[in-house]
């Protein structure tokens, strides 16, 4: 069935790197993404792969993906205050009878201190 | 700008009291759908829309209905709110199932 699990906390110094990890049970999923959630806000979109894809670099930001142990991974070079905040990863699916559905992990809250 | 905007943003109900959260986008989008987040559980997906007229079940359906009888509008009615319904409630658009979501700011609610 379809399954997303992250774990729920991770607290870093300011300036060092943060790791989120994300672990997905359904191969046939096309896209991986990650949204971030500030408080009282919705969901932005920050960052997504497809699933043929191993890497991803955005400025900060590296989605790692290994499809044989389906894990994903988001990491945030030098990691500000601003970016404290909820993070979910999704996977989502393209293509004939899709419904659009995005399947989302339980979130992680990143925790920045100074 | 392009946005999902959803009314109210805040709610505060008691229980058998028919109420509606709207959700409209101008970007256009064929598909929309709405979610509902709860603590450990992420956002799981209540109804979606393919287009105008073409609606269907998610995940967690029960206790909710939707209408789209325009592109850009895809309200979450909740006939009869019971307190197991409290949650942050958000309205995304893409422009067609499979592709980016956008997603509005969020509606929390509760039922007393």
């Known amino acids: 069935g379809e399954d997303v699990e992250q774990s729920l906390f991770l607290s870093v110094r300011e300036g060092d790197s943060s790791v989120i990890n994300c672990t997905y049970t359904?191969?046939?999923?096309?896209?991986l993404y990650w949204y971030k959630q500030e408080p009282g806000a919705g969901l932005q979109l920050l960052t997504y792969i497809f699933s043929n894809m191993d890497m991803k670099q955005d400025q900060r930001l590296t989605v790692l993906l290994n499809k044989k142990d389906k894990h994903l991974s988001l990491r945030i070079a030098d990691t500000q205050t601003g970016d404290s905040a909820i993070y979910f990863c999704a996977e989502g699916y393209y293509g004939s009878g899709n419904t659009g559905k995005l399947i989302f992990g339980q979130g992680t809250t990143l925790q920045v201190k100074p | 700008e392009a946005q999902v905007t959803q009314n109210p943003r805040y709610l505060i109900t008691v229980t058998g009291k028919k109420l509606t959260v709207t959700c409209s986008q101008n970007m256009n989008h064929e598909y929309m759908s709405w979610y509902r987040q709860d603590p450990g559980l992420g956002l799981r997906q209540i109804y979606y829309s393919m287009n105008v007229e073409v609606t269907d079940k998610g995940d967690v359906p029960e206790g909710y209905k939707v209408s789209r009888k325009e592109k850009r509008n895809f309200p979450l009615i909740l006939e009869s709110p019971s307190p197991n319904q409290t949650s942050l409630y958000f309205c995304?658009?893409?422009?067609?199932?499979?592709?980016?979501?956008?997603f509005g700011p969020g509606t929390r609610l509760t039922v007393l």
């Open positions: 359904d191969s046939s999923s096309t896209y």
């Open positions: 995304a658009s893409s422009f067609e199932a499979g592709y980016e979501q956008f």
